[in-house]
């Protein structure tokens, strides 16, 4: 059978970072194009943004599927022991979403998270309450919406540089992530760097690649 896709094959070995599918959008056929193309290559797969009826049909394959994170990953290497670790940090469980992307991707591209969850401005004394380990980071990404205050909170609070990832959690004028994303651009605390709305995916290959090379300086 004809294949579609051509997939990028030496992006990894050119940028540090491996090409991942984005599913949303895509056909069937497509996608189990190129996962059957990693199966017979034994090469690691990471799929993102996977939409409800794709997760079904992909199911009987053998993948390792995140439902909430709208993730599969094919042979996914476990990140080592002594590889950097990124903060995962989300102001509402709302945003977990985007979140779990985020961390399958950092996974999936050799470093090891930690996710705290749920700890937005609406309840400070939460947020406060995780801080002795979030001082303890070398990077952060941070995942809020409605009006993304965490971005701003937390660049005050803590030495680490901090990637936001608005999302497009919110209502009103708040809806699809415009607010979340002109705060993250915006505000007023220095360090915060900012990624597309719901771009977990891309907070991740920005995270594997200020980690990656500050690990071999």
Not at 19 to 36: N, Q, T
Not at 43 to 58: F, G, K, M, N, S
Not at 161 to 182: E, F, M, N, Q
């Amino acid at each position: 059978m004809e294949r579609h896709t051509i997939f990028d094959w030496s992006r990894k070995a050119r940028t540090g970072i491996p090409e991942a599918v984005f599913a949303e959008g895509k056909a069937l056929s497509h996608l189990h194009d190129v996962i059957r193309e990693h199966i017979d290559r034994n090469a690691p797969l990471l799929i993102t943004r996977l939409t409800p009826a794709q997760i079904d049909e992909l199911r009987d394959l053998p993948l390792s599927v995140d439902d909430l994170g709208r993730t599969a990953t094919l042979d996914a290497p476990e990140p080592d022991h002594d590889a950097p670790v990124v903060a995962i940090v989300t102001a509402g469980t709302s945003d977990l979403s985007v979140a779990r992307e985020a961390e399958v991707a950092a996974n999936f591209m050799g470093l090891r998270t930690e996710l705290i969850a749920d700890v937005g401005v609406a309840g400070l004394w939460r947020l406060e309450a995780h801080l002795p380990a979030l001082t303890a980071h070398r990077l952060i990404i941070a995942v809020a919406g409605m009006e993304g205050a965490l971005f701003s909170v937390l660049a005050g609070l803590v030495t680490a540089p901090i990637i936001a990832v608005p999302t497009s959690v919110g209502y009103g004028v708040a809806k699809d992530g415009s607010v979340a994303l002109g705060s993250a651009l915006g505000g007023c605390a220095p360090g915060v760097v900012c990624v597309n709305i719901d771009n977990g995916f891309g907070a991740a290959a920005a995270a594997a690649k200020i980690l990656n090379i500050a690990q071999a300086l």
